[in-house]
């Protein structure tokens, strides 16, 4: 039973063009929903956070919007640029100690 | 670079030997954790430690233990490898504990093929 979900596995964006990633969750319970991106050969690098109780959290090109009652939520980066082209996981903090990943979403770029 | 290294990135290993993960933090945090990354499961926690001594398990523990005796070094042991054991392991670290959100620092995985 997936508590996030990431449904789909990949997206191709063009250069200069906005990239939507979303992310869908189960449990309400959730603190704190992260985001990470991932390059191959690399671990996961922290991306941005958004605590339960906001709607939205910006950081540069990279905005996250919360939506609770859908349990859903996005990463939107504008404008995305080739080195944006990785996996992005979703993740959520059920504890100060556990997160909850999504099974990652491989985005491209395309120039 | 936050200081945090896995050896060895690369092993390929055979069913039933031994397979011990080293995790080498600089960055003195409490917290440490082993994942493990398969296609279409995302990241699962296998086991993590916050502190000396002190371990717990995730949710796919079955098969795998750990050790922490210093600070700076986890240690993820596969008593007796088998092939669903073939995955790329994930060491991270923490200073989790306080409020806001668990960011966690990863090294750049292990890569283990048990034939």
């Known amino acids: 039973d997936q508590q996030v979900k990431q449904n789909s596995p990949s997206l191709s964006v063009q250069e200069g063009r906005i990239s939507i990633l979303n992310c869908d969750y189960t449990?309400?319970?959730?603190?704190?929903f992260l985001w990470y991106k991932k390059y191959p050969a690399e671990g996961p690098t922290f991306l941005i956070s958004i605590s339960s109780i906001k709607d939205k959290n910006e950081d540069g090109r990279f905005t996250v919007f919360l939506n609770k009652s859908a349990k859903h939520l996005s990463l939107h980066i504008v404008p995305s640029q080739p080195g944006d082209s990785a996996v992005y996981f979703c993740?959520?903090?059920?504890?100060?100690?556990?997160?909850?990943w999504g099974a990652g979403t491989k985005l491209i770029i395309k120039p | 670079d936050a200081g945090i290294t896995q050896s060895p990135r690369h092993k390929v290993t055979e069913t039933g030997t031994p397979v011990t993960l080293r995790c080498h933090q600089t960055e003195n945090h409490r917290y440490m954790y082993w994942y493990r990354q398969d296609p279409g499961h995302g990241l699962r926690l296998i086991h993590y430690?916050?502190?000396?001594?002190?371990?717990d398990k995730g949710e796919v523990s079955d098969g795998y233990s750990v050790s922490r005796s210093k600070t700076e070094d986890f240690l993820l042991t596969l008593e007796s490898a088998t092939s669903s054991q073939t995955s790329v392991y994930f060491c991270?670290?923490?200073?989790?504990?306080?409020?806001?959100?668990?960011?966690?620092?990863f090294g750049a995985g292990s890569r283990l093929t048990v034939l």
């Open positions: 449990n309400s319970m959730f603190d704190y």
């Open positions: 991270a670290i923490s200073e989790s504990g306080s409020t806001g959100a668990n960011v966690l620092t």
């Open positions: 993740a959520a903090m059920v504890s100060n100690y556990q997160l909850i």
């Open positions: 430690s916050y502190g000396v001594k002190d371990t």
